[in-house]
C-alpha cells in the first residue's frame, strides 16, 4: 500500500500515568473552594481513553474527578429520582448535549434554559445510561 500510514494512534496509556503538571486541560477554581476543576471541551472528552476502578473493572474512572464545562442551557428536567438533570450544549459543537446533574441534598438552584453557563463538579461516566456526565455538580455560574 503506498501513502500516507494516516494519523498516529492514540497514546494507549491510561491517564492514569500521567502527573497532574502534564495534563493538557486548563485549571478553573471556584472561589471559597480547595478543589480545581478541570476544564473540559467537547472533543477531549469524546476523545478520552478511561481508566478502570480497580475495585471494579467495570466502572470507568477520570483520574483527577473535579471537571467544568462551558455551554448553552438546552433542557432543564426534575427527575422522579428527586435529581435535577441540566443538558448543555456545549461551547465550539453543535453535535451533542452533555449531562449535568444536581442531587436533592445540594440545595442548588437550576440555570434556565439558554443561559450561558460554566458547570463544575464530580466528572465520570454513568454506566446506567452510557453517557459521560458532571454528577453531582458542585456550582455554576453564569460566563
Not at 496509556?13 to 473552594?33: D, K, N
Not at 469524546?46 to 474512572?61: C, E, F
Amino acid at each position: 500500500m503506498t501513502g500516507s500510514a494516516g494519523p498516529a494512534p492514540v497514546d494507549p496509556r491510561p491517564f492514569r500515568t500521567m502527573q497532574q503538571s502534564q495534563a493538557p486541560w486548563p485549571r478553573m477554581t471556584i472561589a471559597g473552594s480547595p478543589a480545581n476543576y478541570w476544564l473540559l471541551d467537547y472533543d477531549t472528552i469524546n476523545n478520552m481513553q478511561w481508566v478502570v476502578s480497580a475495585k471494579d473493572t467495570r466502572i470507568p474512572l477520570f483520574p483527577d474527578p473535579h471537571a467544568c464545562i462551558v455551554g448553552t442551557v438546552s433542557q432543564v428536567i426534575n427527575e422522579q429520582d428527586g435529581d435535577t438533570h441540566i443538558w448543555v450544549t456545549m461551547d465550539g459543537t453543535s453535535k451533542g448535549r452533555f449531562a449535568c446533574e444536581i442531587t436533592p441534598q445540594q440545595k442548588i438552584a437550576p440555570p434556565r434554559v439558554g443561559q450561558h453557563i460554566r458547570v463544575y463538579g464530580i466528572f465520570r461516566y454513568d454506566l446506567q445510561h452510557s453517557w459521560p456526565e458532571i454528577h453531582p455538580l458542585d456550582h455554576w455560574e453564569v460566563v
